[in-house]
């Protein structure tokens, strides 16, 4: 059974830097493409970062030049580099997952509903 989950979030000041981390099991082959979603109170999920199988990424506008999606396939982590935090950075952070080795989404529009695989969510804050 896949199984994800988040860990790594926080307060911190605007300026600073967070990493996130994301604990991926039960995934059997390497073919699969992994996301990082945010939500904030009122606002819209949206899709921050992805990777996709091939180790190409995509940055939502948002985040471009601060933020570096990664991963330690040995460690099967999944990491969001966050620099640079900005108080509209503050929210509920999610891994999501999809292994169908379909196509790839890209942030910011990804759709939920292509990423089958979720985490329970950490918390980021970040303080003006």
């Known amino acids: 059974q896949v199984h994800l989950m988040e860990s790594g979030g926080g307060s911190v000041q605007a300026g600073g830097s967070l990493t996130l981390s994301c604990l991926l099991s039960?995934?059997?082959?390497?073919?699969?493409?992994m996301i990082w979603f945010r939500q904030a109170p009122g606002k819209e999920r949206e899709g921050v970062a992805n990777?996709?199988?091939?180790?190409?990424?995509s940055y939502s506008d948002s985040v471009k030049g601060r933020f570096t999606i990664s991963q330690d396939k040995v460690k099967n982590t999944l990491y969001l580099q966050m620099n640079s935090l900005k108080p509209e950075d503050t929210a509920m952070y999610h891994c999501?997952?999809?292994?169908?080795?379909?196509?790839?989404?890209?942030?910011?529009?990804?759709?939920?509903?292509?990423?089958?695989?979720w985490g329970q969510g950490t918390q980021v804050t970040v303080s003006s």
């Open positions: 999501a997952a999809d292994i169908s080795a379909g196509y790839c989404y890209t942030p910011p529009q990804a759709p939920d509903a292509a990423f089958s695989y």
């Open positions: 039960g995934v059997k082959s390497n073919n699969y493409c």
């Open positions: 990777l996709a199988a091939d180790g190409a990424t």
